[in-house]
């Protein structure tokens, strides 16, 4: 069942496309990624659909709520991470729970919040004396406070050193877990690819294809290689594995070999040395990214601005 259905979304400022004919929709209980580089459109994006911004065209519902119309009824269930949260650096951890709890008929007891979130001995801690993981923990307990359906969560991550973002990582899978549905705003391949059941690539203000992580990765018909030492001299690799389905190059250096193809050749590589019955060490295949299917779909790189 989805939850939010976005069709047709256009955006203007000054005469400029922001958006140009969004389409996507969300289904309950997954988390769902937008995925693109700064300035794609994919903050804007979330804005429209949390009633933050009015757009200029197409139609947007949340739980089958129009988000212009129905603004206060929409953020009576509905959690939003802004991109740039701040606090007063000296509000006290409760005091911003207890604040944000007012906001809300139904609020969530934000005591059980900071024993959930890990937050309980920065009670009395003030915002500005926080490491970088407990501001995001704490935000995301201020998104969840109203006890929404939807939570909003944009660029979480950013900024934060490997180990808060993997401690963010799994606090954002607990969210899920907890029976809201997640919209996660992300520029970072690992982020989306670790986190996300489907996502929604933008470019230039357009969405370029939605599906897994897997099913984008799959989709991609670039070239990759594998590696590995093959244990004999007496067999030429490249007659051996040439002419194999997908199989495009085959180079051997000393005991190194590396063989280069498309689609799923490494299996055929594999099944040819087993059937020669020839040992090989150190066998790496080279994975295929989220990168390479930006790439594919748009034809530059991830981040590139032209």
Known sequence: MAVIDVTGLTKRY????????????????????????????????????????????????????DPVRDGRRLREVIGVQLQHTQLPENIKVWEALDLYASFYARPRDWRELLEQWGLADKRNARFGKLSGGQKQRLFIALALVGGPKVAFLDELTTGLDPQARRATWEVIKQVRDSGVTVVLVSHFMDEVEELCDRVAVFDRGRVVAIDTPTGLIDGVDAEHQMRFTLMTDAVDPAALLGDLPGVSGVTRTGDQVVVTGRGDFATAVTAALARHQLLVADLRIGRRTLDDAFIALTGRPFGDPS
């Open 14 to 65: 000054a005469g400029q496309t922001v958006l140009d004919g969004v389409s996507f929709s969300v289904e309950d209980g997954e988390i769902f990624g937008i995925l693109g580089p700064n300035g794609t459109g994919k903050t804007t994006t979330v804005e429209c659909v949390e009633g933050l911004r009015r757009p200029d065209g197409g139609s947007v519902r949340v739980l089958g709520l």
